[in-house]
């Protein structure tokens, strides 16, 4: 079990049906829309992690443990080539893999892409759970990207969520 530094905080989101949780780090900035749910890292131009969650389709009856079914690679497929990539500009995959998140497998890309004259470095998951899509996006430039995905991943690996 991870040690939480003083300093750090367990947030708490609570939406109609859905409550998730997370450590949030000493000096890093929440940004809640609504929809997105965007944690900034301090002193990094921008760079964040974003949480969000949709509800799977009815009848996609596979066990949510697995997280490696047809239907669920074919939902983060569409997700991240229609969904991710429509919102950048020179979208390029570069990696992709497995992990566990909140005790689900989740599936994940790492991708390039362009906004203005910046060049990003993005990591997309995506974990089914509790009858949901949760989907976590980290959005890095690229000169600092490397270094900050390990304080991404720390925060990820505290993500947990609940029915209410």
């Known amino acids: ?3 939480v530094a003083s300093a750090q905080e367990r947030v708490v989101i609570n939406d109609p049906s859905i409550q998730f949780s997370y450590v949030k780090p000493s000096g890093w900035e929440v940004k809640d829309d609504g929809y997105t749910y965007e944690v900034y890292a301090p002193n990094s131009s921008g760079a964040y992690v974003s949480f969000t969650y949709v509800q799977r ?6 066990v949510e443990s697995l997280g490696d079914k047809p239907a669920f690679k074919e939902d983060f497929n569409f997700e991240l080539l229609y969904n991710v990539a429509e919102d950048v ?9 497995k992990t566990k998140i909140d005790g689900a497998t989740a599936l994940w890309a790492k991708f390039q892409s362009l906004s203005g004259e910046q060049e990003w470095i993005s ?4 974990y089914p759970k509790l009858g949901q899509n949760f989907k976590i996006m980290t959005t890095a430039p690229l000169a600092a990207a490397e270094n900050l995905q390990e ?4 925060l990820i690996a ?7």
């Open 89 to 97: 500009e020179d979208f390029k995959v570069i990696e992709r893999g």
């Open 1 to 3: 079990m991870p040690l």
């Open 158 to 164: 505290t993500f947990e969520a609940k029915k209410r």
């Open 151 to 154: 304080d991404f991943e720390k």
């Open 57 to 62: 389709p009815q009848g996609d009856d596979y």
């Open 123 to 126: 990591y997309f998951y995506m």
